[in-house]
């Protein structure tokens, strides 16, 4: 199953950017030997629009563009459930093993997301009550994104 980043905004480089690009790397080659495939990150620019809801509503628009048949929606949004990481590895394990040919994973930008996709989405994740700054967010997802990958495997990497 392929894995794909949406992201709203663009990560600049400096260390954030070093950081998340290390763990995706780390993902690149962990993932294959459990069947998932990281697809890269795909950045849109925040939207311009007036009001917030015309901002998620265009955001919207464009995350929706990418949605294929088959594929699997995965919003990070501060109402979605905060889940340990075994238990996001199990839910990433059972998309694939469902014969999802893809999942997006969509962070959103600073107004968050359209109501009608957190209702379209398989997953609402949470990172917690807190608000975290997009540069830490996408660190922190490829960081779990990885996490996945070595629970899935067995490997030692993750020890509750």
């Given at each position: 199953?392929?894995l794909?980043?949406?992201?709203?905004?663009?990560?600049?480089?400096?260390?954030?950017?070093?950081?998340?690009?290390?763990?995706?790397?780390?993902?690149?080659?962990?993932?294959?030997?459990?069947?998932?495939?990281?697809s890269?990150?795909?950045?849109?620019?925040?939207?311009?629009?007036?009001?917030?809801?015309?901002?998620?509503?265009?955001?919207?628009?464009?995350?929706?563009?990418?949605?294929?048949p088959?594929?699997?929606?995965?919003?990070?949004?501060?109402?979605?459930?905060?889940?340990?990481?075994?238990?996001?590895?199990?839910?990433?394990?059972?998309?694939?093993?469902?014969?999802?040919?893809?999942?997006?994973?969509?962070?959103?930008?600073?107004?968050?997301?359209?109501?009608?996709?957190?209702?379209?989405?398989?997953?609402?994740?949470?990172?917690?009550?807190?608000?975290?700054?997009?540069?830490?967010?996408?660190?922190?997802?490829?960081?779990?994104?990885?996490?996945?990958?070595?629970?899935?495997?067995?490997?030692?990497?993750?020890?509750?």
């Amino acid at each position: 199953m392929k894995l794909i980043i949406h992201a709203v905004g663009r990560l600049k480089a400096g260390p954030e950017r070093e950081l998340a690009g290390r763990y995706f790397d780390r993902l690149e080659k962990s993932g294959p030997a459990v069947g998932l495939e990281f697809s890269g990150v795909t950045e849109i620019a925040e939207s311009r629009a007036q009001t917030a809801p015309e901002r998620r509503r265009e955001e919207g628009q464009r995350l929706q563009a990418q949605i294929q048949p088959g594929t699997a929606l995965v919003l990070l949004d501060q109402r979605g459930k905060n889940l340990s990481s075994e238990d996001l590895a199990g839910r990433i394990g059972l998309l694939r093993d469902s014969g999802r040919k893809a999942a997006i994973v969509a962070i959103g930008g600073a107004d968050g997301h359209d109501a009608s996709f957190r209702d379209q989405a398989e997953l609402v994740l949470s990172f917690g009550a807190l608000t975290w700054p997009h540069q830490l967010v996408r660190v922190m997802l490829a960081e779990q994104l990885y996490r996945v990958t070595t629970i899935l495997a067995g490997h030692p990497y993750h020890r509750s």
